[in-house]
């Protein structure tokens, strides 16, 4: 069964404190691993895609990369305005071609100034 | 270019009631997905449709149903409501039905029943 844990589950960090968070997953064929942004009372917001290890996304201070079992969403220097849930979501083999993706709980970030 | 649009933004029903919830893709986009998210489960797949057509469905009860017109539009509906089904319910539209076609999601509807 496709599986995606996050860790850690809440994360406070200081403005300029860089910090990773973490997604682990079990699925059986991996076609892509999606990260996203959600703010409270609002939908996730798309950030990356990535395909097959090794590969590398960036976007301002947020940094993502992919092994063939976790990615790490790296977080240069943060600022109060990057507080928000991330979230890590995997769609398989079975599901390539649908809609259908696997999330993770998520991890809150809270930045402080 | 406009967002994935939902309505309404929040429902109060009664337990044994049904609900229609609604939902506008982006400008182009023909699949849509339904997501729903709570606290204890996260967020889960409910069912996808393109081209007017159920692609996937997930493991909820058939009490859970939807439709998509010809235009992407797409409604689900939710029949004998349990107190278990307050949750937000998030639609999320992609240009094609396909890996390397990324999720776009609306703010969702906050179901509530009492």
């Known amino acids: 069964e496709d599986q995606v844990t996050q860790s850690p589950e809440a994360l406070r960090l200081q403005e300029g404190e860089s910090s990773s968070l973490n997604c682990s997953y079990t699925?059986?064929?991996?076609?892509?691993l999606f990260w996203y942004r959600q703010d409270p009372g609002k939908g996730p917001e798309f950030l990356f895609t990535?395909?097959?290890a090794g590969e590398e996304k960036e976007k301002e201070r947020l940094k993502a990369t992919l092994t063939k079992k976790e990615s790490f969403l790296h977080i240069t220097a943060p600022k109060p305005e990057d507080s928000a849930t991330y979230l890590c979501a995997v769609q398989g083999l079975s599901s390539s071609n649908t809609g259908k993706l696997i999330f993770g709980q998520g991890t809150t970030l809270q930045v402080k100034p | 270019k406009a967002g994935v649009t939902q309505t309404p933004r929040y429902l109060i029903k009664t337990r044994g009631q049904q609900v229609t919830l609604s939902c506008s893709p982006i400008?182009?986009?023909?699949?849509v997905s339904w997501y729903q998210q709570t606290p204890g489960q996260g967020l889960q797949f409910l069912f996808e449709?393109?081209?007017?057509?159920?692609?996937n469905k997930g493991n909820f009860p058939g009490r859970f149903s939807g439709r998509q017109f010809s235009n992407s539009r797409s409604e689900m509906n939710v029949s004998t409501l349990e107190l278990g089904d307050s949750a937000l319910y998030l639609c999320?539209?992609?240009?094609?039905?396909?890996?390397?076609?990324?999720?776009?999601f609306g703010n969702g509807t906050r179901l509530t029943v009492t």
């Open positions: 400008s182009g986009h023909r699949s």
């Open positions: 999320a539209s992609s240009l094609e039905a396909s890996y390397n076609s990324p999720l776009h």
């Open positions: 990535l395909y097959s």
């Open positions: 699925v059986s064929g991996l076609r892509g």
């Open positions: 449709y393109f081209s007017e057509t159920q692609r």
